[in-house]
C-alpha cells in the first residue's frame, strides 16, 4: 500500500542577492514510497537529497509536480494543500526528524516528546508515559528529562528530536541525518529504534551520509544527482554502482 507518491517533481531556486541567479535542485523527480518501507536517498553533496525531503515536508514549496500522502482520510497533495490542513497533517502523519531540534525555550525534552505524542492524537496520561518509553529506549538519562533542551549535548538533542518523531509514529517519517551527532552505543539504539518502525507499517523517507546505516535500514535505495533520481534497488545495487 502506497503511503507516499511524488510525481514532475521541479524545484528551483532564485538567488536575488546573486543578480537573480537559479539553482535548479530538483529537475523531476518520481517516487514511490509503502507502508513498511524504508527508502534511503543516497548522492553526493548538492544532488537535491535534503531538497527532496524539505518538499515533502512542504518547508520547501515545490515549482511544479505532485505530492500525494495517501492519509487515513483518503489522498492529499501537499502541494498547494492549505497551511491549517498541512499543519493538522504535520502533527498526525506525516514527521519529519532533521540534525537539529528546535524546541520552545524553557521546555524539557519529557513535555517536547510528550507534546508531540498528544499531536498524535494520545491523551496526557498515555502521552506522557509513550514519551516517558521513548526517551528510554534512546538511552537519555532520566536526570536530564525536565531540563531546559537548551542546555542539552548535540547528541542529547538529536535523541530527544529523534523520540519526538517517532513516538506514536506517523504514516510517514521524514528523516534528514538523524544520527549525526549520536556516539557509538547511542547511535546503535538509535538505529534499532528506526529498523522496528517497519513492523508498524511506518513508511521511511530517509537521508543518511552513513552506509552502514544505509545497509543495515534500507528495503530500497534511491540515488540522485543533479535533481534527479539516477539509479533505484537494494541497497547492495545501489551502493556497489
Ligand atoms: N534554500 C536554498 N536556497 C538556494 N539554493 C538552495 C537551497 N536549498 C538547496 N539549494 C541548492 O539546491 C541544490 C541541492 O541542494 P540539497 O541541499 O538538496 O542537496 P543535498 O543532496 O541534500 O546535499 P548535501 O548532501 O550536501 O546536504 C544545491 O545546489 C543547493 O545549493
Keep these: 500500500m502506497d503511503v507516499l507518491t511524488i510525481r514532475g517533481l521541479r524545484k528551483t531556486f ?3 542577492t546573486i543578480d537573480g541567479r537559479t539553482t535548479v535542485s530538483l529537475r523531476g523527480v518520481d517516487l514511490d514510497v509503502a507502508a513498511g518501507e524504508h527508502v534511503a536517498i543516497a548522492g553526493p553533496s548538492g544532488a537535491g537529497k535534503s531538497s527532496l525531503l524539505r518538499c ?3 518547508s520547501y514549496l515545490p515549482d511544479e509536480g505532485s505530492i500525494v500522502l495517501h492519509t487515513a482520510d483518503g489522498p492529499v497533495d501537499l502541494v498547494g494543500l ?3 490542513e498541512l499543519a493538522r497533517l504535520r502533527g498526525r502523519e506525516l514527521g519529519y526528524v532533521s540534525q537539529f531540534l528546535s524546541a520552545p525555550p524553557r ?3 519529557w513535555e517536547v516528546v510528550a507534546a508531540a505524542a ?3 492524537g494520545l491523551e496526557r496520561v498515555e502521552a506522557r508515559e509513550a514519551a516517558a518509553g521513548s526517551l528510554r529506549r534512546l538511552g537519555l538519562d532520566e536526570a536530564l528529562w525536565d531540563v531546559d533542551c537548551g542546555v542539552l549535548s548535540g547528541g542529547e538533542r538529536q535523541r530527544v ?3 519526538a518523531g517517532t513516538v506514536r509514529p506517523p504514516r510517514l517519517l521524514l528523516l534528514d541525518e538523524p544520527v549525526s551527532a549520536l556516539d557509538p ?3 546503535e539504539r538509535a538505529l534499532e529504534l528506526i529498523a522496528s518502525l517497519a513492523a508498524d507499517g511506518v513508511a521511511v523517507l530517509a537521508v543518511f551520509h552513513d552506509l552502514d546505516a544505509i545497509r543495515r535500514l ?3 535505495v534511491v540515488a540522485m544527482a543533479d535533481g534527479r533520481i539516477v539509479r533505484a534497488g537494494s541497497a547492495e545495487e545501489v551502493l556497489a554502482a
Design 185 to 187: 552505543a547511542n547511535r
Design 56 to 58: 515533502t515536508q512542504r
Design 161 to 163: 528530536n529523534l523520540a
Design 218 to 220: 534500507a528495503t530500497r
Design 82 to 84: 492549505p497551511d491549517r
Design 118 to 120: 498528544r499531536r498524535r
Design 107 to 109: 521546555t524539557g525534552p
Design 14 to 16: 532564485t538567488l536575488h
